[in-house]
């Protein structure tokens, strides 16, 4: 099939909010049982890495970055959402849009990806995994239907990645100084909050996809 990989702009919301409406219906793409507003989806994902896979001018799937937590030592580490239209679905947008995902969030100065999958999504699971996720844990009894969760993550970056070093005895090596989202970091969460993250964003669960 062809497609161009775009960044997604403000006229896509609705058929961006219509794909995710359709993986909603899925019952196996996410907790969620009522597509959003466009205010609430924007305010929810990071203002880049925002993509759409077009053919002409149909939007045939979408990917795009959540933050995971407001503190600082998460500022590189993001959530993936990707949704592709039920008649798109199996020809290979999927895999083309989280790859270039993945490439825009290392160019953000990201470094680590995760993303949460029941168990029963085949499609997303394998697409993960061929694109360097792998399994790291499995939540039991999340959300009101107490279903498991699938934890996947990806490290894709060498660089300043904190959550290694935990528990070491020796000092930390300090990392060249590259632009990250640490960069943008302030002293207190709250002004890290204000500058970085909207309101939406802040509530955002770690184990909710
Ligand atoms: C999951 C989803 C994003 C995958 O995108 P896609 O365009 O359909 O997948 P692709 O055609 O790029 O295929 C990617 C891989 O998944 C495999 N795959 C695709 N559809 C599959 C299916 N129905 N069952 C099992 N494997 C499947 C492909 O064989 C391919 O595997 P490979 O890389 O090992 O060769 C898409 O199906 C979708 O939007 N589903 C509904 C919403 C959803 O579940 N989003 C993810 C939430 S975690």
């Not at 399994?135 to 060498?158: D, F, Q, T």
């Amino acid at each position: 099939m062809n497609f161009a990989l775009q960044p997604m702009n403000e006229a896509d919301g609705p058929v961006v909010l219509e794909i995710y409406r359709q993986g909603i219906a899925t019952g196996n793409a996410t907790f969620e049982t009522e597509t959003p507003s466009w205010e609430n989806w924007t305010a929810g994902h990071l203002a880049h890495s925002r993509i759409v896979a077009r053919n002409g001018p149909s939007v045939l799937g979408w990917a795009a970055l959540s933050p995971v937590s407001s503190r600082c030592v998460y500022a590189g580490v993001a959530e993936v959402s990707i949704y592709i239209a039920e008649e798109a679905r199996g020809l290979g947008v999927g895999r083309a849009l989280l790859e270039e995902l993945i490439r825009q969030s290392e160019n953000n100065g990201f470094w680590t990806l995760q993303a949460g999958i029941f168990p029963e999504n085949e499609a997303s699971i394998r697409l993960h995994k061929s694109c360097g996720f792998r399994e790291v844990g499995r939540r039991e009894r999340i959300g009101k239907a107490g279903r498991p969760l699938a934890r996947y993550s990806a490290r894709r970056k060498a660089q300043q990645d904190s959550t290694a070093y935990l528990g070491r005895a020796e000092p930390r090596p300090r990392p060249k100084p590259v632009r990250t989202p640490l960069s943008h970091c302030r002293k207190t969460r709250d002004s890290y909050q204000r500058h970085r993250f909207s309101d939406a964003a802040k509530s955002l669960a770690l184990d909710a996809p």
